[in-house]
């Protein structure tokens, strides 16, 4: 078969109709490390501007830490650059099992596999646990790569409304001739920040028999007193059947992710668990970075409580220069804008004065409720913040936003 | 190699069918001549070479229903309608919105 002119222009048509929706991605260079002041280049060729990030995963600020750094390059020194093997051939070192045993103690589960990312998680331990005798029970909005996975596994896929626990309990009961019932949630929404009813989907999964999965990437590290998650938060540590989450965000944030949990589940996962079994291990250097993270974060919250101060900092910041912003605990702080155009021209706007924040809307987040995302990190200072405040305001006077609701904006831009 | 020969059946005006029913009436004219014809491909053929491999096989007549909805995809199959709807309506949920990274 050739790559014929035929193929080359279907695809063509397929990528096109991608730029017509307005979903085109195009990528922005980071000149430099990830931290809150950065260098983009962007358009590609442009010259670099100097912006403050509002939209990285760095929740921590340990991206780019000079202890992480260091670690990383003492891993890449004392075990190699690469394993050039599967973790069950000859790709296992004496750091992954560190690493795991680290993780289990922070996550307070039983057992801990990492995987190449929290994706590569998801995908993997539905389908390594669960039959054509199980149920899988998912909130609507958990993220993607649950979706994927759940795909992958032959059991049966149900779904509840975002965090409508009767809805949930319908299901669980409706469900109750199955032989496992696993309720499936993230621990903090991507999308609006907010945090599952962890307590709440707890006791339902004892009164009906269920088990719970979470995942965590959006909060380990950060959410709850000492930051191990929205477990942690909501009193329910030790009572959580499985959770993913990512070594790529607030942990780091370079790659790599985890399955965490029961310690049969964990094995069935190293058994059976397909992106483990046929992927690369976790590389050397990522593990000895990782490591030093979880030291890190493990031996004080003072990362994890300046994130706190910032992100009341930012929300209190935003609702008093008029802004719509979603309520909630997390360092997720969705600007709602509602229409689509009006949060792309914002973003852009942003951008010309110095903020990078990113413009979301349908189909990413649901009809006529397009917003900007902001993300905070511990790296920002106040300095940062109120220079963020201050165009945002100022962005916001200029599309005559601020003190505007929701019926309001739609009234003035549409949906 | 014979053209293949089809069978035009005209539905009486008078009969009101909707979409559905119609969806049926092919779809059991269809399944007799598979029946019927076992399908032609070398059906028996194939299974064997499936059970030398240690493979168990079964078979049965299933439904099933497709649905599309941009570029969101669903498929379900099962032994009635009302099953095959129903896998379709839990899938469709976990279609509301792509989510973000």
């Known amino acids: ?415 | 190699m014979n053209e293949p020969r089809t069978i035009k059946v005209e539905i009486p005006v008078c009969l009101d069918l909707p979409e559905d029913d119609l969806a049926v009436l092919r779809t059991t004219f269809e399944t007799i001549i598979t029946l019927v014809s076992g399908g032609c491909g070398g059906a028996e053929q194939h299974l064997r070479h499936l059970r030398d491999g240690g493979w168990d096989v079964n078979w049965g007549l299933t439904w099933i229903a497709r649905a599309r909805k941009d570029g969101a995809y669903e498929e379900a199959t099962g032994g009635s309608k009302a099953e095959v709807l129903a896998q379709l309506d839990r899938l469709a949920g976990l279609h509301e919105v792509e989510g973000t990274p």
């Open chain 1, 1 to 415: 078969m050739t790559y014929s002119a035929n193929i080359r222009a279907a695809l063509e048509q397929e990528l096109g109709g991608i730029k017509e929706k307005g979903l085109f991605k195009e990528e922005r260079f980071i000149l430099g490390p990830q931290k809150a002041d950065i260098s983009v280049e962007y358009p590609s060729g442009a010259p670099a501007s100097d912006v403050i990030n509002f939209c990285a995963n760095n929740y921590l600020g340990l991206s780019s830490h000079p202890d992480v750094v260091k670690a990383a390059h003492e891993g890449l020194e004392t075990h190699g650059y690469g394993m050039s093997s599967v973790r069950f051939i000859c790709g296992t070192q004496d750091i992954h099992r560190t690493l795991e045993q680290k993780l289990t103690e922070f996550l307070g589960t039983e057992d801990t596999i990492l995987f190449p990312s929290c994706m590569d998680a998801n995908a993997g331990v539905f389908e390594a646990v669960l039959g054509p005798e199980d149920v899988m029970i998912a909130d609507r909005l958990v993220h993607a790569s649950i979706i994927d996975g759940m795909r992958l596994c032959a059991s049966m896929r149900d779904t509840y409304k975002h965090s409508d626990m009767k809805h949930l309990e319908q299901k669980l009961e409706m469900h109750q001739d199955k032989r496992i019932r696993l309720i499936i949630t993230d621990g903090v929404f991507s999308m609006d920040g907010d945090l599952a009813k962890m307590d709440e989907i707890v006791a339902l999964a004892k009164k009906w028999d269920a088990m719970v999965f979470t995942d965590e990437s959006h909060s380990s590290g950060f959410i709850g007193k000492t930051g191990r998650g929205v477990h942690e938060h909501c009193g329910v540590m030790g009572e959580i059947d499985i959770i993913t989450t990512t070594l790529g965000k607030g942990l780091g944030g370079a790659s790599g992710g985890c399955v965490s949990g029961r310690k049969e589940i964990v094995e069935l996962c190293r058994q059976k668990a397909r992106p483990y079994l046929f992927s690369n291990t976790v590389a050397p250097v990522i593990v000895s970075g990782a490591i030093k993270v979880l030291d890190l974060i493990s031996g004080n919250t003072e990362r994890r409580d300046k994130l706190e101060w910032n992100t009341n900092y930012w929300r209190q910041g935003l609702t008093d220069a008029g802004f719509d912003i979603k309520k909630g605990d997390s360092p997720i702080v969705p600007v709602m804008l509602y229409n689509a155009k009006l949060a792309q021209d914002m973003s852009r706007d942003l951008y010309h004065e110095g903020i990078y924040a990113v413009g979301f809307f349908f189909p990413v987040v649901p009809q006529a409720a397009a917003r900007i995302r902001t993300q905070l990190s511990a790296d920002h200072d106040q300095a940062h913040l109120d220079k963020g405040l201050a165009a945002f305001k100022k962005v916001g006077e200029k599309h005559g936003i601020l003190g505007l609701g929701k019926k309001e904006i739609i009234e003035k831009f549409g949906k």
